[in-house]
């Protein structure tokens, strides 16, 4: 299934071939997200225009889509005639989306990361209990604070979480779904990397809903190897533990001991903020930890992907401490809002400077929008300005084409043990 084929000699980085029944992946690579099993903006060829290697589905949404009945499911391959290979999550980020992130008005990366609010031991002259407390109790006030100042324009939340599975409450209807049901679906759609069911919990959760959301993720991670019969399809167990170290480190053991085929690391994730705590405040991003924490429990030989995260940063600092595969929205959503991502910065190509610009997208991309159909700057523009379809379109290909690019660079990097000097020359991109 997975063969690591390369490491680079100065990280954890490697390079690896995932092969499913519907081909293989070359490793590092990028997911492309097909929500709704397909690619928001392109049309049916396009995607083979890109270099895109994988797309994720949502199953949880292509069940919506079906009434929530069964029956009405479709096989995914039957449906796009993707000849790719293709994963479909679990369900479990709903959970997250449809609840806690719009009870806490948040993302999987906060601004406030009340985990890690904490120096080293020479530098405070605390003990490792001391320390566990302090960031335990900062966890908790901070919880409290949210509720009180953070969360007052909150929406609804609309998940209810049982140790059993989780309500979800849809236009007067409420439905259920739990560890079986959702290995079900996922068969039924038929993708070749399937996910189990998990608890993504919110960055601003405490010590103590964190670690019962991890127990739950627990449960049911067994629950989905129980429940799994199709033997063409890989299942990837998804570590938890939200910004804590013990507890990521302890859903780490528990889950990297289980046989699934792969690894998901999944959650709410740290965001580097504060200076004066020992921490970064120059990129606003993740700061790793949390990869650093588990990725030493999860098998070498299995494949381990990355949930929801995909910056230019994130990409290469996780590559470097052995990552995967990853998936994240960023390249097609920015690009239906006027994003374009460049080697030489990001563009919001709907701004009035590019009214005029004559030049290419990028000077060097060799996707079908820059090198065979050669759209400008002032073409890309004017179609935003008048909401042409193809403006969302062409900015999709590009984007989707450019992180496809990047990973593909960073393999050829891995195999002659360059990552770090590639690494530097993206670092204007995320200023």
């Not at 949880?60 to 796009?80: G, M, Q, V």
């Not at 309500?167 to 990397?193: M, P, T, V």
């Not at 924490?293 to 494949?303: G, I, R, S």
Request: with cysteine; proline share 3%; hydrophobic share 35%.
């Amino acid at each position: 299934m997975f063969e690591i084929f390369k490491k680079d000699q100065n990280s954890k980085a490697r390079v690896g071939f995932l092969r499913t029944e519907h081909g293989e992946i070359q490793t590092p690579s990028y997911v492309v997200v097909g929500t709704n099993a397909a690619v928001r903006c392109l049309e049916p060829g396009d995607l083979k225009l890109t270099k895109t290697q994988a797309v994720i589905a949502n199953a949880y949404h292509l069940w919506r889509e079906a009434n929530f009945d069964f029956k009405n499911l479709k096989n995914l391959y039957e449906r796009t005639k993707w000849q790719i290979p293709t994963m479909t999550d679990s369900g479990g980020f709903q959970v997250f989306s449809l609840g806690f992130a719009r009870e806490h008005k948040t993302g999987k990366i906060a601004s406030i990361n009340p985990g890690l609010f904490k120096k080293t031991n020479e530098e405070i002259n605390l003990t490792p209990n001391k320390l566990k407390f302090l960031s335990h109790s900062l966890s908790n006030i901070c919880g409290k604070l949210s509720e009180r100042f953070l969360f007052q324009n909150s929406s609804k939340n609309l998940v209810r979480i049982t140790n059993n599975g989780v309500y979800f409450y849809e236009n007067d209807k409420k439905i259920f779904l739990d560890a079986k049901k959702s290995i079900w679906i996922q068969e039924k759609l038929g993708a070749d990397i399937i996910l189990a069911f998990d608890e993504c919990t919110s960055p601003f959760h405490d010590y103590k809903y964190t670690k019962r959301a991890m127990k739950r993720t627990h449960k049911w991670a067994l629950e989905c190897l129980d429940s799994k019969t199709r033997k063409d399809q890989f299942l990837y167990g998804i570590v938890q533990g939200g910004v804590f170290e013990d507890l990521r480190k302890e859903s780490a053991k528990f889950i990297g001991k289980l046989p699934f085929d792969g690894f998901a690391i999944g959650g709410s994730f740290g965001a580097v903020q504060d200076k004066s705590f020992g921490m970064d405040t120059e990129n606003g991003g993740s700061d790793f930890r949390e990869i650093e924490w588990v990725t030493p429990y999860l098998p070498e030989e299995k494949p381990r992907h990355l949930l929801g995260v995909g910056k230019i940063k994130d990409l290469f600092e996780a590559v470097e401490r052995g990552i995967d595969t990853f998936d994240c929205v960023i390249p097609t959503r920015e690009a239906r809002h006027g994003g374009l991502w460049t080697r030489s910065g990001r563009l919001a190509i709907k701004k009035e400077i590019y009214k005029s610009d004559n030049e290419k997208l990028e000077n060097e991309c060799e996707c079908p929008v820059c090198g065979i159909w050669k759209i400008r700057r002032k073409d890309l523009y004017e179609l935003f300005k008048t909401r042409d379809a193809n403006a969302a379109r062409f900015a999709t290909i590009h984007n989707v084409y450019f992180f496809n690019n990047l990973m593909e660079r960073i393999r050829k990097a891995i195999l002659e043990n360059k990552v770090i000097q590639l690494k530097k020359s993206y670092q204007v991109l995320e200023k």
